[in-house]
């Protein structure tokens, strides 16, 4: 009597006939809980910024990106990006997301998850807080309860008395050259009047710049004999 033949290969297990298609049914789960997580981390933490203009020239330059945090309050002296829609006018960025490969890879991502990278947005130091009088202009500089903050101006800016509103700040360009800050919003051109923007309008502090490669780091203060 024969022994019955040996089977050329082992049948496959019960327990793993089916992991491939588990396996691809996960898939789909795992990029939505990714899209899920970028979405959380920039609706609360942190958010890519592309520079629009050179107003925070050379702090920041017209091209550059940066990370901007989006949580805790600004302090003096910290750059932010802050919402003007409802304040004054301000430079849309969409126009600027697709600058480069990393603006088209940002502007690629942020239309997948739904996000709208165009409001009207600007950047802009912080110098004043609430209670705090803002003047100008004492020898072509601005001041802050007597100290001067800011570029040095133009020796025709339009002089002015501000007593910052609690719960807004005043933010300067770090340069007067295409500046669109408080300063230049002042008066005509505000919603409020005396250019300042509201607490809850400020989307986030920059920490960081992240493009490009070699110049990734922290915005440094400014200076204090820019033209």
Do not use: N
Request: net charge negative; proline share 7%.
């Amino acid at each position: 009597m024969t022994s019955p033949a040996t089977p050329d290969t082992d049948p496959v297990p019960a327990t793993t006939a089916g992991a491939g298609s588990s396996r691809a049914h996960r898939v789909p789960l795992f990029l939505a809980a990714g899209v899920l997580a970028v979405m959380l981390v920039r609706a609360l933490l942190m958010q890519p910024y592309a520079v629009a203009s050179d107003s925070m020239a050379p702090t920041l330059e017209e091209g550059q990106r940066v990370l901007v945090a989006k949580v805790g309050s600004p302090s003096i002296g910290d750059v932010v990006v802050a919402d003007v829609t409802q304040a004054w006018p301000g430079p849309d960025r969409s126009t600027h997301t697709d600058d480069g490969l990393l603006g088209r890879v940002l502007g690629s991502a942020s239309a997948a998850v739904g996000v709208d990278l165009g409001e009207r947005s600007v950047l802009g130091r912080v110098v004043a807080g609430g209670g705090e009088d803002v003047v100008c202009c004492t020898a072509g500089r601005v001041t802050v309860d007597g100290a001067a903050v800011g570029p040095r101006l133009a020796g025709d800016a339009a002089p002015f008395r501000v007593t910052v509103p609690e719960g807004r700040y005043f933010l300067l360009s770090d340069t007067a050259a295409g500046a669109m800050d408080s300063r230049t919003h002042v008066g005509a051109g505000s919603a409020t009047t005396d250019g300042t923007i509201a607490a809850d309008a400020v989307i986030g502090t920059v920490v960081t710049r992240i493009w490009p490669l070699r110049q990734v780091g922290a915005p440094a203060a400014p200076t204090t004999t820019q033209p």
